[in-house]
T-cell receptor, first 114, second 111 residues
C-alpha cells in the first residue's frame, strides 16, 4: 500500500506566478489535510477536506489560496500570484476516518518563490 | 485554540538517554503525538498516547503524560546517531482533527 504521495517535491516559481501542489492520499483514505511549514517553524494547519467538500479552512489565508479534493484524482492546493512569503514546505496528510491519530503524512512539496 | 511549546535544541552523547519535553494548553485533547522529521523529509509518526494513560513504552521510546501539568515528554533510550532529527509534539485542536504542532526540538547526537 503506497503511502501519501505529493508532487512535485520541489517547485520554483517567480513572484506573480501560480503554484499547484498535488496530494494523492493513501488508498482508502477520504480525508485530506494540508499543512504549511515555514523555515524553523512547526507545521501550521491550513485546510481539511473530505471528498468534494471543504470541512475546515480556518487556517487558509483569505486571498490567493484555494484547495479542492475532487471525486476523482488528487487533492490540489493552489496558490495564485505567489509572493516570497509563500516559500515554505507544504505537507499533505490523509486519514481513512476523521480521527487525528490516523493521519499519515506525505514527503512534502518545497516551494521556493524567487 | 491550542498552543504547544517545546524547547528548540537538545544535544546528547551517543548511548545516553534523550528527553524531549512539550507543554500544551487544551486539556480536552484525546490523543497526543510525537513525530520525527529527518532533514528534507516528511513527518513520520513515532508514537502517540491516549489521554487516559500516564505512560506508554515502545522499544526504546517512552512517552510520559502529566495531564495535571499538561506536560508530555518523549524519552529515547540508548540514543543513536540515526536518531538525530527534529521531533515534533502535536495535539489536536480542541478535540478536532487538525493537529497543532510545536516548533520542534532539534536533537543532535554526538558520537
Amino acid at each position: 500500500n503506497a503511502g501519501v504521495m505529493q508532487n512535485p517535491r520541489h517547485l520554483v516559481r517567480r513572484r506573480g506566478q501560480e503554484a499547484r501542489l498535488r496530494c494523492s492520499p493513501m488508498k482508502g483514505h477520504s480525508h485530506v489535510y494540508w499543512y504549511r511549514q515555514l523555515p524553523e517553524e512547526g507545521l501550521k494547519f491550513m485546510v481539511y477536506l473530505q471528498k468534494e467538500n471543504i470541512i475546515d479552512e480556518s487556517g487558509m489565508p483569505k486571498e490567493r489560496f484555494s484547495a479542492e479534493f475532487p471525486k476523482e484524482g488528487p487533492s490540489i492546493l493552489r496558490i495564485q500570484q505567489v509572493v516570497r512569503g509563500d516559500s515554505a514546505a507544504y505537507f499533505c496528510a490523509s486519514s481513512p476516518t476523521a480521527l487525528s491519530y490516523e493521519q499519515y503524512f506525505g514527503p512534502g512539496t518545497r516551494l521556493t518563490v524567487t | 485554540g491550542e498552543d504547544v511549546e517545546q524547547s528548540l535544541f537538545l544535544s546528547v552523547r551517543e548511548g545516553d538517554s534523550s528527553v524531549i519535553n512539550c507543554t500544551y494548553t487544551d486539556s480536552s485533547s484525546t490523543y497526543l503525538y510525537w513525530y520525527k522529521q529527518e532533514p528534507g523529509a516528511g513527518l513520520q509518526l513515532l508514537t502517540y498516547i491516549f489521554s487516559n494513560m500516564d505512560m506508554k513504552q515502545d522499544q526504546r521510546l517512552t512517552v510520559l503524560l502529566n495531564k495535571k501539568d499538561k506536560h508530555l515528554s518523549l524519552r529515547i533510550a540508548d540514543t543513536q546517531t540515526g536518531d538525530s532529527a527534529i521531533y515534533f509534539c502535536a495535539v489536536p485542536n480542541s478535540g478536532n482533527t487538525p493537529l497543532v504542532f510545536g516548533k520542534g526540538t532539534r536533537l543532535s547526537v554526538i558520537a
